[in-house]
């Protein structure tokens, strides 16, 4: 069965995993744009299985299968090749995985609100906030668009909206929710511990009102990466990269230059 990815560009290879229920876009459009002025990178985005145009498939239980699957496919890409590993919320769970099971071939990785703890009621998360509301424009989105939006926004306005409703709620509703459904039932988190020291240029960028994952249980993970950046945005909930654009890029920036400083 295969898995729908999209590669641009040449060069270093450079894994985007998406969040849950989502697809590769939410990470084109945050990292494509950092790339304009780069070159010797080859991105490569990825649909989860289940999710965006990648089919359920019927091999895949649990996380440790879904984790399977991805290092097959990076396996056909990019055999025994060295690359970077991206990931957002469940993507970068997927991430840490591939990291701890690929350390001779990792090389960089950046978490952007990664999912630490599987369980949701194990979480230690801030309540939910809103910090900056548009009242006028959220009267004019349909009760469902404005109820979603509301649901995750700290900042909601209409430039928040439209990416959130692009890169968020219109690929949540191509994805295959009886099949995700069975996959958190029956093994959400790995059966095996990914902790493993990372001493690569690393980037960790989290929400001080993230209410899904949060940033708490996130920073436990911090003596794993010696050579992390570590983000704590205010401002910024779940979808970091949307609420924060400006800080996200100079972060994300950084991390580049520093990988690059190092590899080329």
């Given amino acids: 069965m295969s898995i729908y990815h999209k590669v641009i560009g040449e060069g270093y290879p450079i894994v985007m995993l998406h969040g849950w229920t989502l697809d590769h876009q939410v990470m084109l459009h945050a990292l494509e744009p950092l790339f304009e002025k780069r070159s010797g990178w080859k991105r490569i985005y990825i649909d989860m299985p289940g999710m965006g145009q990648s089919e359920p498939q019927p091999s895949i239980h649990n996380s440790d299968d879904m984790l399977e699957a991805i290092l097959q496919l990076l396996d056909q890409l990019i055999p ?16 840490r995985g591939i990291a701890s099971l690929r350390q001779n071939t990792v090389r960089g990785l950046l978490l952007i609100a990664p999912l630490t703890v599987p369980e ?13 509301r548009d009242s006028n424009f959220i009267s004019l989105l349909s009760p469902e668009d404005a109820e979603e939006f509301c649901s995750m926004g700290v900042v909601q306005g209409q430039t928040e909206w439209e990416r959130f409703r692009n890169e968020i709620l219109l690929p949540s509703k191509q994805t295959n929710e009886e099949f995700l459904n069975y996959i958190r039932q029956n093994g959400y988190g790995f059966t095996f511990d990914i902790s493993s020291k990372m001493e690569y240029p690393t980037l960790i960028i989290t929400g001080r009102q993230d209410h899904i994952v949060g940033y708490h249980d996130v920073w436990r993970l911090i003596e794993d990466y010696p ?38």
Avoid at 80 to 95: D, K, L, P, Q, R
Avoid at 120 to 132: A, G, L, M, S, Y
């Fill in 80 to 95: 025994g090749e060295e690359f970077i590993i991206c990931g957002n919320s469940y993507g970068g769970y997927i991430a």
């Fill in 120 to 132: 949701f009621n194990d979480r230690e998360v801030p309540k939910q906030t809103t910090i900056k």
């Fill in 227 to 264: 050579r992390a950046t570590f983000s704590v945005l205010d401002m910024a909930g779940h979808n970091l990269q949307i609420e924060q654009t400006d800080v996200f890029n100079a972060l994300v920036h950084n991390w580049l230059d520093r990988l690059e400083s190092e590899k080329f």
